[in-house]
C-alpha cells in the first residue's frame, strides 16, 4: 500500500471549497484537554491530546444524504474512481436513496476516506487522528477491562445487516455514543499505522506502532482489541470503502 502523503494535498485542491456549514453544540460534544497511554506502542511514555469537540454519533445516511443533495460530485454515480472504489454506497438503491426508513439513523458506511474528509470539511469539521479518536474512545468506561471485554465480543462477531440505529446503546462518560460496537471509523492518518513487515520499506510508517507477533513490549500487550484496530486501519487505501466502516468528524475548540 502507498503511502498518502502528496496525495492529501492533491485532493484539497481538487475537492475546491465548499460551503461551510455551522454546526450546532448540541451535536457534539467536549473532550476535555487530557493524556493517555497508547496500548499498541512501543513507548509507554503518556500521549497528550488537546481538547477538542467530537461528534455525538457516526454520521447517519439521513446526514449524508444531505451531503451529497448539496455535493453532487459525491453522488454514487458520480463519485471520480480515483476516490472511491466500485462498492462505494452500494447499498444505496440511487444517489439519492439511501434505501427506506428502516436505513435514516443507520451509520453511512461503504464511504471512502476522501468521502467522509469531504463531508467534515463541508461543515467546517474534520476527521480525527488516531490519537483523538483512541483517547476519546478509552473515555468509554472507566473499567478499562469491561471496555476490552465488550470490544471483543463485538469483534468476535458478524456484521449485522441492517446496521442498527446510531444511540442506541449506552453513551461513554463523555455522552458520546457508538465509539465500539457498531462500526469501524475513519481517522485522518490511518495510514500512519501501516506495517509491512519489511522495516526497510517503512521509511514513512511510525516506528512505535507494530502487529501482535512482536507486542510483548508494548503499553497493554493484552489489548488485542487496539492491535486489531491498527491491524485493521493498516489494511485500508484512502479510496476504500467497506461494509461496516463508517466515520464521524471532530472540530477544534476555537
Same mark, same amino acid.
Request: net charge positive.
Given at each position: 500500500?502507498?503511502?498518502?502523503?502528496?496525495?492529501?494535498?492533491?485532493?484539497?485542491?481538487?475537492?475546491?471549497?465548499?460551503?461551510?456549514?455551522?454546526?450546532?453544540?448540541?451535536?457534539?460534544?467536549?473532550?476535555?484537554?487530557?493524556?493517555?497511554?497508547?496500548?499498541?506502542? $512501543?513507548?509507554?511514555?503518556?500521549?497528550?491530546?488537546?481538547?477538542?469537540?467530537?461528534?455525538?454519533?457516526?454520521?447517519?445516511?439521513?446526514?449524508?444524504?444531505?451531503?451529497?443533495?448539496?455535493?453532487?460530485?459525491?453522488?454514487?454515480?458520480?463519485?471520480?474512481?480515483?476516490?472511491?472504489?466500485?462498492?462505494?454506497?452500494?447499498?444505496?438503491?440511487?444517489?439519492?436513496?439511501?434505501?427506506?426508513?428502516?436505513?435514516?439513523?443507520?451509520?453511512?458506511?461503504?464511504?471512502?476516506?476522501?468521502?467522509?474528509?469531504?463531508?467534515?470539511?463541508?461543515?467546517?469539521?474534520?476527521?480525527?487522528?488516531?490519537? !483523538? @479518536?483512541?483517547?476519546?474512545?478509552?473515555?468509554?468506561?472507566?473499567?478499562?477491562?469491561? $471496555?476490552?471485554?465488550?470490544?471483543?465480543?463485538?469483534?468476535?462477531?458478524?456484521?449485522? @445487516?441492517?446496521?442498527?440505529?446510531?444511540?442506541?446503546?449506552?453513551?461513554?462518560?463523555?455522552?458520546?455514543?457508538?465509539?465500539?460496537?457498531?462500526? @469501524?471509523?475513519?481517522? !485522518?492518518?490511518?495510514?500512519?499505522?501501516?506495517?509491512?513487515? !519489511?522495516?526497510?520499506?517503512?521509511?514513512?510508517?511510525?516506528?512505535?506502532?507494530?502487529?501482535?507477533?512482536?507486542?510483548?513490549?508494548?503499553?497493554?500487550?493484552?489489548?488485542?482489541?487496539?492491535?486489531?484496530?491498527?491491524?485493521?486501519?493498516?489494511?485500508?487505501?484512502?479510496?476504500?470503502?467497506?461494509?461496516?466502516?463508517?466515520?464521524?468528524?471532530?472540530?477544534?475548540?476555537?
Amino acid at each position: 500500500m502507498k503511502h498518502l502523503k502528496g496525495i492529501v494535498i492533491f485532493g484539497i485542491v481538487l475537492f475546491g471549497v465548499f460551503h461551510v456549514v455551522p454546526c450546532r453544540a448540541q451535536d457534539m460534544v467536549l473532550v476535555p484537554a487530557g493524556s493517555f497511554q497508547m496500548p499498541a506502542f $512501543l513507548d509507554k511514555t503518556p500521549r497528550k491530546v488537546s481538547e477538542f469537540f467530537i461528534d455525538k454519533h457516526p454520521v447517519t445516511n439521513t446526514q449524508y444524504l444531505k451531503f451529497v443533495t448539496a455535493h453532487p460530485e459525491w453522488r454514487k454515480s458520480k463519485a471520480k474512481k480515483i476516490f472511491v472504489d466500485g462498492n462505494y454506497l452500494e447499498y444505496w438503491k440511487g444517489d439519492l436513496d439511501f434505501g427506506g426508513p428502516e436505513m435514516a439513523s443507520s451509520p453511512v458506511v461503504r464511504v471512502s476516506w476522501y468521502a467522509a474528509r469531504a463531508y467534515c470539511d463541508s461543515l467546517g469539521k474534520r476527521l480525527a487522528t488516531i490519537d !483523538e @479518536w483512541e483517547y476519546a474512545g478509552q473515555m468509554a468506561f472507566k473499567d478499562k477491562r469491561e $471496555l476490552k471485554s465488550l470490544i471483543l465480543e463485538w469483534y468476535g462477531q458478524g456484521a449485522e @445487516w441492517p446496521l442498527p440505529a446510531v444511540m442506541k446503546r449506552t453513551p461513554n462518560i463523555l455522552d458520546v455514543y457508538d465509539m465500539h460496537g457498531l462500526i @469501524w471509523e475513519w481517522v !485522518e492518518d490511518f495510514n500512519s499505522s501501516m506495517v509491512t513487515g !519489511e522495516s526497510r520499506s517503512d521509511v514513512a510508517l511510525d516506528r512505535n506502532l507494530f502487529c501482535g507477533g512482536g507486542a510483548a513490549s508494548a503499553a497493554d500487550p493484552a489489548d488485542y482489541a487496539a492491535f486489531m484496530r491498527y491491524a485493521f486501519r493498516s489494511s485500508l487505501q484512502a479510496k476504500y470503502t467497506v461494509r461496516n466502516l463508517g466515520f464521524r468528524c471532530v472540530k477544534n475548540k476555537e
